[in-house]
């Protein structure tokens, strides 16, 4: 079993910047996989980003050249989001899986671990 604790969230301007951390417990050795994923009223949960174990990251259109993903050791990672917008707004949530990054990486069924989710306000 792995443990997934998110942090960092908070209320940002418009422009500003947040980074979010990710920390694992229990079996976070095993993992290949970590993702991170927002989520917002009325709509599924987006996939955001994704690193593997060898640090290969992925990013959606919507945060690509604002957001980095970065981990520490294999049992925390990090989400930095420039220059923030209104749209990012959400519940982030972190997730992990002893599988690979594959192209279903975006996908919330890829994940068996998630975390409780921080929440992001960005005001205009």
């Known amino acids: 079993q792995v443990q997934l604790v998110e942090s960092g969230g908070g209320s940002v301007q418009s422009g500003g910047s947040l980074r979010l951390t990710c920390s694992a417990t229990?079996?976070?050795?095993?993992?290949?996989?970590y993702g991170w994923f927002r989520q917002t009223p009325g709509k599924e949960r987006e996939w955001v980003a994704r690193?593997?174990?060898?640090?290969?990251t992925y990013y959606a259109d919507s945060v690509k050249g604002r957001a980095t993903i970065s981990q520490h050791k294999y049992d925390t990672q990090y989400l930095q989001v420039e220059n923030l917008k209104p749209e990012d707004a959400g519940i982030y949530y972190c997730?992990?899986?002893?599988?690979?990054?594959?192209?279903?990486?975006?996908?919330?069924?890829?994940?068996?671990?998630w975390g409780q989710g921080t929440q992001v306000n960005v005001s205009s």
């Open positions: 997730a992990a899986t002893t599988w690979g990054c594959t192209a279903r990486g975006t996908e919330t069924s890829w994940y068996p671990y």
């Open positions: 229990g079996y976070a050795d095993s993992i290949y996989c």
């Open positions: 690193i593997d174990s060898g640090e290969k």
